[in-house]
């Protein structure tokens, strides 16, 4: 039972108590200052506010995420015994079930597999049973702001315990189902079931799980290369993983066979001297991608007329703009509207051509942005999403460039900038994450497809200069939140 709080506290000895809670790390002090403070007259909870005229502090708003965050501590304790009894490279999740930037015990086990972290090995078993029992108390809670989140910690320590049947029930999957939303929790579990055609259709977005999938097939060449994109990634802390399996890769195979595989990898691709080459050779490539991803489906190609007919707005807001198609996806869609380059994945250029005859509008990424923030429950973004409409977020300047939806193979969101183009008219690639983010992520559309098309096709251009060309003639388009002063106060609250 909560200690109630005695009635003869003074104003200062409130604010001294709301000044030792926000200066607080440990989860189980904060949860008990929440609860002292909840336990707070009426009258005496009016002086519960931030300093400098920072807002009222509401403690049972408060209290399932600091409960979220003791169970989460409570976790990593164990995970850290776990990952000093196991290989890391058995577990090709590692990575990837992350549960939000400020509590994710995946950062622990990633560093559980570099030299910088030293694990006792006197610690004994892991045992999550008491942090279950907090997250199950959280996911039950209808009510509860991080009861996703709680789930999802559920189903990684369902993954630690050898019981990837969980993981399904835990996050609401139907089994065989290749969900969009914990794509990688799900994937994780049917690896341990061994259902590799499963796990590689969710582990489509990330290289290195793609190579651990193509490693635990044989296939070291595939792994090799997947490995070594994930030292480029976009998520900084994919790379010290990336690099322990490259590391592992070349003890299992010896650095002579490695140079070997890599030698002979670009045996039978398609090579282009320049990037100029794509338009030409497209038609190869394609259809040696057809081949690798097993498609039969006949080819479904747009006349000139039509791709004629498709516009695309070059504004994110307003002004009635429009430009014709780059190059590019003229390419793809005289070839075949339903070009892919992933197995199972939305063709390519599909949100484009299907909105074609209303003009193609830019994507909101305001809502996106907001969405992201409605979803945070670990950083207090949250209170931006609540923020009233008439006030941006998210930048919104007027000569923003249009987001041009393209389908993602992944989690993330997939655009055609309309920013600065390149000197062959080709619009830069852009993806948004939920950090929320949005970035220049590759030079073009040809880039974009050269680059994940890499099993098939070798391009003898530098991608990365194009790419960080593309960011150059870009950087004037200041991607990120807006200067409105209620939206800096709420970020100054952080």
């Known amino acids: 039972m909560t200690k109630k709080a005695p009635t003869s506290l ?38 519960l506010r931030r300093p400098h005229g920072g807002g009222l502090i509401v403690p049972e708003s408060q209290m399932s995420s600091t409960r979220f965050l003791l169970a989460t501590s409570l976790f990593a304790k164990e ?15 590692v990575p990837n079930t992350t ?5 994710a015990p995946s950062r622990r086990a990633i560093e559980a597999a570099t030299k910088t972290w030293h694990p006792k090995k006197d610690k004994g078993h892991p045992d999550y049973a008491e942090a279950k029992r907090m997250l199950e108390e959280l996911a039950a809670d209808e009510g509860s702001g991080v009861k996703r989140d709680a789930t999802c910690v559920l189903a990684v320590i369902a993954l630690r315990e050898g019981q990837p049947k969980q993981v399904f029930a835990r996050l609401g999957i139907k089994r065989g189902e290749v969900p969009r939303d914990n794509a990688l929790h799900a994937g994780a579990a049917y690896f341990a079931l061994g259902d590799m055609e499963r796990a590689l259709a969710c582990y489509t977005g990330s290289d ?13 060449a595939a792994a090799d290369r997947f490995y070594r994109a994930g030292l480029q990634a976009s998520w ?38 320049k990037v100029a080459d794509f338009h030409a050779r497209f038609p190869e490539i394609a259809d040696a991608l057809r081949k690798r991803l097993r498609i039969t489906s006949k080819k479904q190609p747009l006349s000139d007329a039509e791709i004629d007919e498709i516009r695309l707005a070059t504004k994110r807001r307003g002004g009635g703009e429009s430009v014709g198609l780059p190059e590019s996806a003229k390419t793809i869609l ?71 939806a393209l389908a993602s193979p992944g989690d993330q969101e997939l655009f055609l ?6 000197a062959d008219g080709e619009y830069p690639v852009a993806r948004f994450d939920d950090q929320p983010e949005l970035w220049v992520s590759d030079a073009s559309l040809v880039h974009y497809i050269l680059d994940a098309a890499n099993d098939v096709v070798e391009c003898k251009s530098d991608l990365v200069k194009a790419k960080k060309a ?23 609250r952080l």
């Not at 609860?35 to 009258?43: I, N, R, T």
């Open 10 to 47: 003074k104003r200062d000895d409130i604010q001294r108590k709301v000044a030792e809670y926000l200066e607080l790390e440990s989860p189980a002090k904060k949860l008990a200052l929440l609860e002292w403070m909840a336990a707070l007259e009426p009258a005496q909870r009016k002086h």
């Open 79 to 93: 995970d850290r015994k776990y990952w000093a009894q196991h290989d890391p490279a058995a577990s090709p999740w």
């Open 99 to 103: 549960l939000g930037d400020a509590m």
């Open 208 to 220: 290195v799980n793609q190579g651990f999938l193509a490693e635990a097939r044989g296939d070291f």
């Open 236 to 273: 900084w802390a994919m790379r010290p993983y990336a690099k322990l399996r490259c590391a592992r890769l070349a003890q299992r195979l010896g650095k002579r066979e490695l140079e070997r595989l890599r030698a002979s990898e670009n045996d039978g691709k398609i090579v282009l001297e």
């Open 334 to 404: 005289r070839y075949d509207r339903n070009f892919t380059l992933f197995e199972n994945a939305t063709p390519l250029l599909t949100p484009l051509w299907k909105a074609a005859k209303k003009g193609v509008t830019s994507a909101d990424v305001e809502k996106l942005v907001r969405s992201a923030a409605r979803q945070d429950n670990s950083t207090g973004l949250r209170a931006l999403s609540k923020l009233p409409k008439d006030i941006p977020v998210w930048s919104d300047a007027p000569d923003l460039p249009a987001c041009i």
């Open 417 to 422: 900038y309309m920013g600065v183009a390149d």
């Open 470 to 492: 593309a960011q150059k003639r870009n950087a004037r388009h200041r991607e990120g939140w807006s200067a409105h002063p209620k939206v800096q106060a709420a970020l100054a």
